[in-house]
């Protein structure tokens, strides 16, 4: 991608596309399903991939794209024997084709970008699934298949999920359609029922490692960043790109002064993550905040992180949930404050004022 393209809607920041990412590191019993789908001429016409955001759902749907691109034209196994892995050579044709998106027999649905509004669209529209019916409507190179991948398919609308719902109702021949899902329960029940489900989990500290070397990318803080982003190489990398580790430092140190937190230092943190033009930091904040609160309750339910994000963080965290019956407390606290503020930031509360109060709701309860 080149300066002048527009964003893509499915790629992280800082990170390849997954269709340029020719490694998939963990999640072996959804590959050796696929496998066994490649090698017994099985291949079901639609794929659902859930999980957590960033963990290699893309990544799987791509490779497996590319496995069954490739025998269209008699450049891999053929049907009926079964491939040993997914990886393809960078060099090889169709890995090629795939990474610049000129495959024939490969189509991406996702987020369209807005030409006008200079911005990506909100939603797929039902006419990003009208694209799907031209593309359907061609032959299929050499005889062979044509994939399609939808990422995400949360991201539809209700006129775009009733319309590729009618296509996984009559499915067409020859098509495998890969559906990317990170939050399941907002589809269409009836699309579900309609796609065998691979749930895949999140990634392992060694598997993340790999992964982030392999895209090019130097983690540090490795162990802290693994925690913070659930196992997530897409959230690694936009934590990296945010400087997610440093603020999650700060965030703590606040929560750290409780029960009797340092007024000086919770107004300072607020204020300057709260700064005008700084939307995206204060979103971060948010998130982190959100995800220091889960490590308390989870450290009162009994159930301590296995490792620390920063030097002192489970000091911090075994003091305040020392008392085991404080675990739904914490629990309520962060279900409140994510709801509260996901609630300010849309109606345009002052960000400064959200954050401030969100601490002091956490010194209230530190202090029960």
Same mark, same amino acid.
């Given at each position: 991608?080149?300066?002048?393209?527009?964003?893509?809607?499915?790629?992280?920041?800082?990170?390849?596309?997954?269709?340029?990412?020719?490694?998939?590191?963990?999640? =072996?019993?959804?590959?050796? #399903?696929?496998?066994?789908?490649?090698?017994?001429?099985?291949?079901?016409?639609?794929?659902?991939?859930?999980?957590?955001?960033?963990?290699?759902?893309?990544?799987?749907?791509?490779?497996?794209?590319?496995?069954?691109?490739?025998?269209?034209?008699?450049?891999?196994?053929?049907?009926?024997?079964?491939?040993?892995?997914?990886?393809?050579?960078?060099?090889?044709?169709?890995?090629?084709?795939?990474?610049?998106?000129?495959?024939?027999?490969?189509?991406?649905?996702?987020?369209?970008?807005?030409?006008?509004?200079?911005?990506?669209?909100?939603?797929?529209?039902?006419?990003? /699934?009208?694209?799907?019916?031209?593309?359907?409507?061609?032959?299929?190179?050499?005889?062979?298949?044509?994939?399609?991948?939808?990422?995400?398919?949360?991201?539809?609308?209700?006129?775009?999920?009733?319309?590729?719902?009618?296509?996984?109702?009559?499915?067409?021949?020859?098509?495998?359609?890969?559906?990317?899902?990170?939050?399941?329960?907002?589809?269409?029940?009836?699309?579900?029922?309609?796609?065998?489900?691979?749930?895949?989990?999140?990634?392992?500290?060694?598997?993340?490692?790999?992964?982030?070397?392999?895209?090019?990318?130097?983690?540090?803080?490795?162990?802290?960043?693994?925690?913070?982003?659930?196992?997530?190489?897409? #959230?690694?990398?936009?934590?990296?790109?945010?400087?997610?580790?440093?603020?999650?430092? =700060?965030?703590?140190?606040? /929560?750290?002064?409780?029960?009797?937190?340092?007024?000086?230092?919770?107004?300072?943190?607020?204020?300057?993550?709260?700064?005008?033009?700084? #939307?995206?930091?204060?979103?971060?904040?948010?998130?982190?905040?959100?995800?220091?609160?889960?490590?308390?309750?989870?450290?009162?339910?009994?159930?301590?992180?296995?490792?620390?994000?920063?030097?002192?963080?489970? =000091?911090?965290?075994?003091?305040?949930?020392?008392?085991?019956?404080?675990?739904?407390?914490?629990?309520?606290?962060?279900?409140?404050?994510?709801?509260?503020?996901?609630?300010?930031?849309?109606?345009?509360?002052?960000?400064?004022?959200?954050?401030?109060?969100?601490?002091?709701?956490?010194?209230?309860?530190?202090?029960?």
């Amino acid at each position: 991608m080149n300066d002048e393209s527009p964003p893509e809607a499915d790629r992280a920041e800082g990170a390849p596309h997954p269709r340029e990412t020719l490694r998939l590191f963990g999640h =072996e019993d959804a590959v050796s #399903e696929i496998l066994a789908s490649l090698g017994n001429d099985r291949m079901h016409h639609a794929w659902l991939l859930t999980g957590p955001r960033g963990v290699g759902k893309a990544t799987l749907a791509w490779a497996t794209a590319r496995i069954l691109l490739a025998r269209t034209g008699g450049e891999a196994v053929k049907p009926g024997s079964a491939p040993l892995n997914l990886d393809m050579s960078a060099d090889h044709p169709v890995a090629r084709r795939v990474a610049a998106m000129s495959d024939p027999g490969c189509l991406l649905i996702r987020r369209a970008w807005d030409a006008d509004r200079k911005r990506l669209k909100n939603w797929i529209t039902v006419d990003e /699934i009208r694209r799907l019916n031209r593309f359907l409507g061609l032959t299929a190179t050499d005889g062979g298949c044509r994939v399609v991948i939808v990422d995400a398919a949360d991201d539809m609308n209700l006129s775009a999920a009733n319309a590729l719902l009618k296509l996984l109702e009559e499915p067409p021949g020859s098509t495998v359609l890969f559906l990317v899902s990170h939050q399941p329960a907002r589809l269409l029940p009836t699309i579900r029922s309609r796609c065998r489900i691979l749930r895949l989990r999140e990634l392992d500290q060694a598997d993340m490692d790999l992964a982030l070397f392999e895209a090019g990318i130097a983690a540090e803080g490795a162990c802290g960043l693994h925690a913070l982003a659930h196992g997530s190489v897409g #959230e690694a990398v936009r934590l990296m790109n945010e400087g997610g580790l440093e603020l999650y430092g =700060e965030v703590m140190e606040v /929560i750290a002064t409780a029960p009797s937190m340092d007024r000086a230092k919770l107004l300072k943190f607020a204020e300057q993550a709260a700064a005008r033009g700084g #939307e995206r930091r204060f979103d971060l904040a948010v998130r982190l905040l959100d995800r220091a609160l889960a490590r308390l309750a989870r450290t009162a339910a009994g159930m301590p992180p296995a490792s620390e994000v920063m030097p002192g963080e489970l =000091e911090t965290l075994a003091r305040l949930g020392a008392n085991t019956g404080r675990a739904h407390a914490w629990a309520k606290l962060q279900q409140d404050l994510s709801a509260r503020l996901m609630h300010g930031r849309d109606v345009n509360i002052d960000p400064a004022s959200l954050l401030t109060d969100a601490f002091l709701r956490i010194e209230a309860t530190a202090a029960l």
